[in-house]
């Protein structure tokens, strides 16, 4: 089927000065002149025998016929950028791109990266790390390492291990506090999570604790920082086990008692449908089920 579609530089144009509703503002945005713009308006307008935006004297307003075009032309240009990705990500990168938290990828992945290397070769790894979940229809990324209840929609998820959580703190803090048994924790200030709703009120039903009242407390929104302000004797925190293994093994943290619980949430790999048979996906899953670090 032979298509009749205007230039696609044409409708690039087109939408930026729609979406911004000026020539000035799509120029800035596309580094060419207002002028430039303009003239490519006008000629896509002759090309479809309709304007597509009222001259005013000062600047351009769009008119019905450009929205009713705008909605149509932003839906095929994102159609045309997400079909580009997916067929990048899967023929032309020759880089696994994995995404996960900063502790996993300090605890567990980079210090048995070698062993890894030394096993695929032919695999070259980027490990983008960061609070911020990676969307796999949008990122430029082909794995994700999350934790979470495995629920989540079109794409492929593989559980990795099961998580526990402890409270851990540095062995001054502990002294300090003379923190020895569960009941202890009130005497310290907390580390708290804003997205784990009362998550030590949950640790201290498991464990039967009656009272962890404390009025000194800190609350961070992501699970690195809050390992790191204990690991710096901020506070007692709650830590994930076996990903924190590594950094008790080390002494930088301790768990003042062997009192660990099973928590709600695992630790997954999620990554598109359509690479589920991915020779490197798969073999970078294998290796990392089978560390020694999460044992």
Not at 117 to 127: E, G, N
Not at 201 to 229: C, E, G, H, M, P
Request: charged share 25%; glycine share 4%.
């Amino acid at each position: 089927m032979a298509y009749t579609l205007p230039p696609v530089h044409l409708l690039t144009i087109f939408e930026a000065a729609a979406r911004l509703e000026s020539f000035k503002a799509a120029s800035e945005e596309l580094f060419i002149t207002p002028s430039a713009v303009s003239h490519q308006v006008k000629a896509l307008e002759e090309h479809l025998g309709f304007e597509l935006f009222q001259r005013k004297s000062r600047g351009v307003a769009i008119n019905p016929a450009g929205k009713m075009y705008l909605h149509h032309i932003q839906q095929g240009l994102s159609a045309i950028e997400e079909g580009t990705k997916k067929i990048r990500h899967r023929f032309s990168s020759p880089t696994l791109k994995i995404s996960c938290f900063t502790t996993l990828a300090s605890n567990i992945i980079i210090p048995q990266i070698g062993a890894f290397q030394d096993s695929h070769p032919d695999i070259d790894l980027r490990i983008e790390t960061g609070n911020q979940v990676a969307d796999l229809r949008y990122d430029d990324v082909d794995l994700a390492i999350r934790v979470g209840d495995g629920n989540w929609p079109d794409v492929a998820v593989k559980k990795i291990t099961d998580l526990k959580i402890a409270a851990v703190a540095t062995p001054d803090f502990i002294k300090k506090y003379q923190i020895h048994s569960p009941k202890d924790v009130s005497r310290a200030p907390l580390i708290d999570l804003t997205y784990m709703d009362d998550i030590w009120k949950q640790w201290a039903n498991v464990l039967s604790v009656n009272d962890i009242t404390n009025k000194r407390s800190i609350t961070f929104s992501d699970y690195d920082s809050s390992i790191r302000a204990a690991s710096q004797g901020v506070g007692l925190g709650l830590a994930m086990f076996p990903i924190e293994n590594i950094q008790v093994e080390r002494g930088v943290i301790i768990k003042p008692f062997n009192e660990d619980i099973l928590f709600p949430n695992s630790l997954y790999a999620v990554y598109r449908k359509e690479d589920k048979d991915r020779h490197d996906i798969q073999c970078f899953l294998k290796w990392l089920q089978k560390s020694p670090a999460l044992q």
